[in-house]
């Protein structure tokens, strides 16, 4: 069954595979901290996570742990090989790393306004946000101003020291250009006992991942990376929708 996955589709599930195995059994603490991807402020942050980031899931026993990357590799192998044969291997890829590339830069510029607002907040009161980020445990030592339980602060950790990972805004691409160019498709819905057509799913998922990420009731999963794969994957399969005939 595996070998009648198109290639790519197929490609892309082997390797996101071996580098969980890998990172999970071999190299853990390292492949977690050089490939997941950090806001662009943080001391931590490397260019090549931007695109490393896509190809790492949660550590097993981690939050939802082993269930991210089979739901993500279950999802792309749904509706994946649909989209690659339709749209051949250059739109595929093109589809599928931009997503991701779209997933980054909307979640972290939300991350950024929200940056801005604590960082005004946290330096009203004489707090060094610069050099708390750079030596985090120092500044705190010495420092005279005890905010450590604060809701900024808080805030202030999850955005710079925490990553963020995994193939589910590339993924989210794949499924809006799937909705976006067979929005007729009827698919399975946990709890639902009938086939609902996709075009009626997306623009629920998406405006209930836009809640939970402004809301911050996201559970720390990455809402908003989601949305942004999803805008990409509409706008390219918009794009590319009325030369559908061509790909065929």
Do not use: C
């Amino acid at each position: 069954m595996f070998n009648n996955i198109p290639p790519l589709t197929r490609g892309l599930i082997i390797i996101n595979v071996i580098v969980y195995i890998i990172s999970n059994l071999i190299l853990s603490d390292e492949l977690y901290f050089y490939l997941s991807a950090y806001f662009p402020l943080s001391p931590f942050f490397k260019s090549w996570q931007i695109i490393t980031h896509m190809f790492m899931h949660a550590p097993i026993g981690d939050g939802i742990g082993l269930m991210h990357i089979i739901f993500n590799m279950f999802t792309l192998y749904s509706f994946g090989p649909i989209l690659e044969q339709s749209l051949g291997d250059k739109k595929y890829l093109i589809l599928y790393f931009l997503s991701g590339l779209g997933a980054y830069f909307l979640f972290n510029g939300w991350n950024f306004i929200e940056y801005q607002n604590i960082y005004n907040q946290l330096e009203a009161v004489g707090f060094d946000v610069k050099d708390y980020i750079n030596n985090p445990q120092t500044y705190l030592a010495s420092s005279k101003i005890v905010i450590e339980n604060s809701e900024q602060l808080q805030k202030l950790n999850s955005i710079m020291f925490g990553p963020m990972l995994g193939a589910s805004g590339a993924i989210f691409g794949v499924i809006a250009a799937f909705a976006t160019l067979y929005p007729e498709a009827r698919i399975g819905i946990m709890f639902i006992p009938v086939p609902v057509k996709v075009k009626y799913v997306l623009p629920i998922v998406v405006i209930g991942s836009i809640y939970l990420g402004i809301s911050g009731n996201g559970g720390g999963i990455a809402h908003l990376a989601h949305v942004g794969g999803a805008i990409v994957g509409f706008i390219l399969a918009k794009i590319w929708k009325k030369h559908l005939y061509r790909f065929k």
